[in-house]
């Protein structure tokens, strides 16, 4: 008789369980090897004045567990410690994001975070005796020896952040909200989880060594020194007991709140959400597509820009990159930048998205347009699927307004406002076309090199926008899929806008341009 092969998942979920038992079983064997070195050394020493035994500590602490106090004392203790946890992590992290953003707060706190950093507990504690009542001792010696550490750990995530990924940002107009959601929470996440799990044990510490010296009413600190004054050494160590088992249990439990604190991927949009939920018109009095015009409804028309540089120079450092460059860009038309790397393409175009600014001369755009740009990197967002990224355009709300050619020529354009349901039917219409359909699930680290940058020129092209800036777009495609992207893509997604393509290849100059342009 053929014998049944177990499933792949069912050994899998056994050698799980057998490596937890595995786990615990050695754990258990350390503490009775401990409990045994403590049972001889109180035998060796025969006084429980100087160590009681494990057994005597066990049954002070059943005797401690009848009393109405105990649970008492623990309760304020815990709740010390956790209020004094909120307020350093609420303040570590407020000043963290205020010493981000200005430099001089960041030098104005350096000094103090350094002195608490380095000052040991017991000194505040025994001046913050001398300020304040007993009760709060503790909670404020706690916040002054946690708050070093939230603010550390945030500050240094939030330095952390990418700058590419803020001047995507940047470019694609997300608000405060957007960033915070899209770029500084993923990446703080580790920063979060190692502060919580640091001030946890380092709050219990700080908590109860307060307690001892202020002696507040109710505390775990208060019966500690009793015990010490009456010389009740068993009673001593049933509360380092219950305090160290309190310690690890609120450790674990932090640990295990943590892990569910994750950005985890998954197979759907977190954009999609978001997308929909947002009204179904602009703010300003906007009408459906062929009903009302863009003068009417009071927004602004946008328009190719028209773009002219003139004069500019960029330097960085002792090396000049560009010197008293003019330039001409026709609204409407695709314009190639042509010239050997290193002569300044990028540089020329990062100023003309407002990234960086020249030293001098002037860069004048005339009317109002929508901006998109395609980096020589992909600067897709790690912790977003590709559908995702292709949608992130769309999160800033002029970039969903549509203008409709109207059915005479002598009438304006129509506004139309672009629906979650239409934004979806743009994104997979894109990736199809950049053959990026059976991806639109996977986290950028999933895609190959080509696929990435396939990724990044369908988010450019996404978002209703009359400028373009397009960096290198065909750089690691082969010549078959290339042909293939033109072919769909490039004189739907370019007409009627100014295009700045940045190459090196003449053959993307004579196929794609309308003029070219040597650097």
């Not at 050394?41 to 567990?65: D, F, Q």
């Not at 009542?133 to 020896?145: E, I, P, S, T, Y």
């Not at 129509?414 to 950049?434: M, P, S, W």
Request: proline share 5%.
């Amino acid at each position: 008789m053929k014998q049944r092969k177990k499933s792949p998942s069912g050994a899998g979920m056994k050698t799980k369980t057998e490596h937890r038992a595995k786990q615990a079983g050695r754990w258990i064997a350390i503490c009775l090897f401990w409990l045994a070195i403590w049972q001889l050394g109180a035998t060796l020493v025969g006084s429980s004045l100087l160590l009681p035994s494990p057994w005597e500590t066990v049954r002070t602490l059943g005797k401690l567990a009848g009393e109405s106090s105990f649970y008492r004392n623990i309760a304020w203790t815990m709740l010390r410690c956790v209020l004094a946890m909120l307020l350093s992590f609420a303040a570590g992290a407020a000043c963290a994001w205020l010493a981000y953003r200005h430099r001089w707060i960041r030098t104005l706190l350096a000094l103090p975070v350094s002195f608490f950093k380095a000052v040991p507990v017991m000194a505040i504690i025994i001046y913050v005796i001398l300020l304040i009542q007993a009760d709060w001792v503790a909670v404020v010696v706690c916040f002054l020896m946690c708050f070093p550490v939230v603010y550390t750990n945030l500050l240094g995530g939030l330095d952390a952040v990418s700058d590419e990924l803020l001047e995507v940002a940047r470019v694609y107009e997300l608000d405060g909200s957007q960033r915070l959601r899209l770029l500084y929470l993923p990446a703080l996440l580790t920063p979060i989880k190692t502060s919580v799990q640091l001030i946890a044990g380092l709050s219990w510490k700080a908590v109860v060594a307060a307690e001892v010296l202020a002696v507040p009413a109710y505390s775990l600190g208060y019966p500690m020194l009793s015990a010490k004054y009456y010389l009740e050494t068993p009673r001593l160590f049933a509360y380092i007991a219950v305090i160290v088992l309190l310690s690890i249990g609120f450790e674990k439990l932090i640990c295990h709140l943590l892990a569910t604190l994750t950005w985890q991927p998954y197979a759907g949009s977190r954009l999609r959400r978001w997308l929909n939920a947002a009204p179904t018109e602009p703010e300003r009095n906007i009408g459906a597509a062929g009903t009302s015009d863009a003068a009417s409804s009071g927004v602004t028309a946008f328009t190719a820009p028209m773009v002219e540089v003139r004069h500019v120079s960029k330097a960085f450092g002792e090396q000049t990159v560009l010197r008293n460059i003019d330039l001409h860009l026709e609204a409407g038309y695709v314009t190639a930048l042509m010239g050997p790397s290193g002569i300044g393409k990028t540089t020329l175009a990062r100023m003309l998205a407002g990234l960086t600014l020249p030293d001098s001369g002037t860069i004048l755009l005339d009317g109002a347009y929508r901006l998109s740009v395609l980096f020589q990197e992909d600067r897709l967002l790690p912790w977003l699927n590709v559908y995702d990224n292709l949608a992130l355009g769309f999160l800033n709300r002029r970039r969903r307004i549509l203008f409709v050619s109207a059915p005479q020529a002598h009438e304006n354009p129509a506004v139309h406002f672009l629906t979650g349901e239409e934004i979806d039917q743009r994104v997979r219409k894109l990736a199809e076309a950049l053959e990026l359909a059976d991806a639109l699930d996977k986290l950028p680290d999933e895609l190959s090199g080509g696929m990435r940058c396939r990724a990044a020129m369908g988010r450019t092209f996404a978002p209703p926008s009359e400028f373009l800036i397009l960096d290198e777009p065909f750089r690691g495609l082969d010549e078959a899929l290339r042909a293939r992207i033109i072919d769909r893509l490039w004189e739907t997604e370019t007409r009627g806008k100014t295009v700045l393509l940045i190459t090196h290849s003449p053959e993307d100059g004579e196929q794609l341009a309308d003029r070219k342009l040597n650097l």
